[in-house]
């Protein structure tokens, strides 16, 4: 039963459930509602195809551009990979092993990459990375690694200098760092050696994208964290993505690089097995309160971990740490932000990397990447102003040993906070176990819509149906598109054959008798487009339930005409005793001339007005019915 805005009432027979999507695009409150028969949801569904068809073409020029283009086809020097490997000191998981796999597949077809992999923080994307970086630079080609901050490019440069180091002697391989870390002459002969190509893997923020920098044979683009950089920067980076391979590694995909994953035009892998002996973080929503922050501290302090307390306020960041010397006196506090000195701050996290001092006061300077196995507490002021993808980022700041980690999300101690907050907050606290990144990512796509898959504007047409529906609308466009034919704007979704037997089609109770199981099973059958798949749902059926009883199998053969009739243009049909009669939709893909020849050859058959044809028999049997219509189908397809 569907409830529209004046409390009317529509009733959707199971046969129809494929037209029936969960909305997304926008919250719960905000999604707009339209009067029954008023035709606003019509007038949306025309105003997005229209948009979804320029979308579609754009995206196919990008497929065809990508398809025509030939990659460099990478050859794996097998031995020399296993030795690189060797050097890895963790057992990799079966996830990561099926990433790297799919990385090494895709460096070795020929075509550029263009892969996303998602895992969680922690979860072992960077040696994926690694060993794609490996594979590039034992052939003699460059690699970029662009990361968001400075503090993620001055830890990836030392992870990959370590990991180099093994195979120094077989393959001396120059690493680079660009970032404000770096003076102005390192900078500069960095700059030189990699247009001369002297230097291999480069790691950098945004200066990377800069319009003077040259190399000599770029193979390979890493990009970590794709969601902490803009849009012109991104336009920047479909430039390269052109020539060269390009690898994403993301824990928390914003919605419409998901979106892109999921619609199959990026290449996506999941981490989602979390390491050995890695415990889940436990999380707290609560008030702002003295008691509860020397709580917090101090259990940690006392089996001898570190602090992260988040402070996003620079121009407070003083006064908050000298309440939190006062509040935790047995404490040694230092502060780091964005706007220090390169040495100091670079300074202070080096000394809190060793243990130097126990509680780091700063901004989301640490959001990406800052790796302290022994910072089991982070405590977040104002949490209700982080956007989901980076409380998730600053709560992975943790936990990255096989200690308990705590992360308390600090609201103000009193006032409202806007729903939107409190959803996110709702939302990160439910998902505590690992892995979740993903899961925050799909409830982002939620919370604020995909935004448009191409270009800059974040929303749009695809609020207004929701992005189920707007992607199943382009996916009909490419489709269209592909084939040389106009995309038809006037029925987005197709054809819905109308199919009535005169019998019982459904599932009966005691075959299956979970009616939420009942209602998935009848939502998959009517989302069913290929006879193939149809067969399949037959076997799942058979090896989950048992033999179908009559009432199933019938509800099976009702889907099987209708996948079978949809090419014909066949909008109903209708089976009993006296015979068969089809209902067509508006100039149906059919030859004319081959149905008047039926009409005349054969006396069964009968025009019923403009678009109606009706074929007598005499049909008493269920088997006999879906016989006939197979046979009409086949006598009008030729």
Not at 61 to 72: D, I
Not at 189 to 217: C, M, P, S, W, Y
Request: aromatic share 6%.
């Amino acid at each position: 039963t569907l409830e529209y805005t004046r409390g009317d009432k529509l009733y959707v027979p199971v046969s129809q459930l494929h037209l029936i999507s969960r909305y997304s695009g926008a919250a719960a409150e905000a999604a707009p509602l339209h009067d029954l028969g008023s035709g606003q949801w019509e007038k949306a569904k025309r105003k997005a195809a229209a948009q979804v068809r320029d979308t579609a073409a754009e995206l196919l020029n990008l497929y065809a551009q990508r398809a025509l283009r030939h990659g460099h086809a990478f050859t794996l020097r097998q031995h020399d990979y296993e030795s690189f490997c060797d050097a890895f000191p963790f057992e990799e998981t079966p996830d990561q092993l099926a990433a790297v796999t799919a990385v090494l597949n895709d460096l070795q077809e020929g075509k550029p990459m263009d892969r996303l992999i998602c895992g969680d923080v922690g979860f072992g994307k960077t040696e994926v990375a690694l060993r794609a970086s490996f594979v590039a630079v034992s052939e003699g080609r460059q690699v970029a690694v662009l990361v968001p901050t400075t503090l993620l490019a001055e830890q990836h440069f030392n992870t990959f200098s370590d990991r180099f180091a093994h195979i120094e002697d077989v393959w001396p391989v120059k690493i680079a760092e660009l970032s404000r870390f770096r003076s102005a002459a390192q900078v500069g002969a960095t700059l030189r050696e990699l247009a001369a190509g002297t230097t291999d893997i480069v790691i950098g923020t945004h200066k990377l994208l800069q319009n003077d920098i040259k190399f000599k044979n770029l193979g390979l683009v890493i990009i970590d964290e794709e969601h902490r950089f803009g849009v012109r920067q991104k336009e920047r980076l479909k430039a390269l993505r052109a020539e060269v391979d390009v690898l994403t590694l993301t824990a928390t995909p914003i919605p419409r690089t998901l979106g892109m994953a999921l619609e199959g035009l990026r290449d996506f892998s999941v981490i989602a097995t979390a390491p050995q002996r890695r415990l889940a973080i436990k999380t707290f929503v609560a008030r702002h309160s003295k008691g509860l922050i020397r709580e917090a501290l101090l259990r940690e302090l006392k089996r001898g971990g570190q602090v992260y307390f988040l402070h996003n306020d620079i121009d407070t960041i003083e006064q908050t740490g000298e309440s939190l010397a006062r509040l935790v006196p047995e404490a040694r506090i230092r502060i780091a932000h964005g706007q220090m000195r390169e040495r100091e701050l670079e300074l202070a996290m080096r000394d809190f990397h060793q243990q130097r001092f126990n509680i780091l006061l700063c901004t989301t300077i640490i959001e990406t990447g800052i790796d302290v196995p022994t910072a089991n507490t982070i405590v977040i002021n104002r949490a209700d102003k982080f956007g989901l993808a980076q409380l998730h980022q600053l709560r992975g700041r943790v936990g990255r040993s096989h200690h308990q980690a705590y992360a308390y999300l600090l609201l103000p101690d009193e006032g409202n906070i806007t729903g939107q907050a409190k959803k996110r907050l709702d939302a990160i606290q439910q998902m505590e176990e690992l892995g979740s990144g993903f899961f925050l990512a799909m409830h982002d796509l939620e919370i604020r819509g995909a935004g448009e898959v191409l270009g800059d504007r974040q929303s749009g047409e695809m609020q207004e149906v929701g992005f189920n529906l707007y992607c199943a609308m382009l996916d009909s466009a490419v489709k269209s598109l592909k084939l040389g034919l106009e995309p038809d704007l006037s029925a987005p979704l197709g054809v819905t054959t109308e199919i009535n037997l005169h019998a019982p089609a459904l599932l009966p109770d005691d075959y299956c008798s979970d009616i939420h199981e009942r209602l998935v099973i009848y939502k998959r059958l009517a989302s069913c487009d290929t006879a193939e798949e149809l067969d399949a749902m037959y076997e799942e059926l058979v090896d989950r339930f048992g033999v179908l009883p009559p009432h199933a199998k019938t509800l099976i053969e009702c889907h099987r005409l209708r996948v079978l009739g949809k090419p014909l243009g066949i909008a109903r049909i209708d089976a009993s005793e006296a015979g068969v009669q089809l209902q067509f939709i508006p100039n149906p893909p059919l030859d004319a001339a081959r149905v008047m020849q039926l009409i005349q050859k054969d006396k069964h058959y009968k025009l019923a007005g403009q678009d109606k044809l009706k074929v007598s028999a005499d049909l008493h049997e269920i088997g006999e019915r879906i016989a006939r219509v197979k046979r009409v189908f086949s006598e009008l397809a030729g």
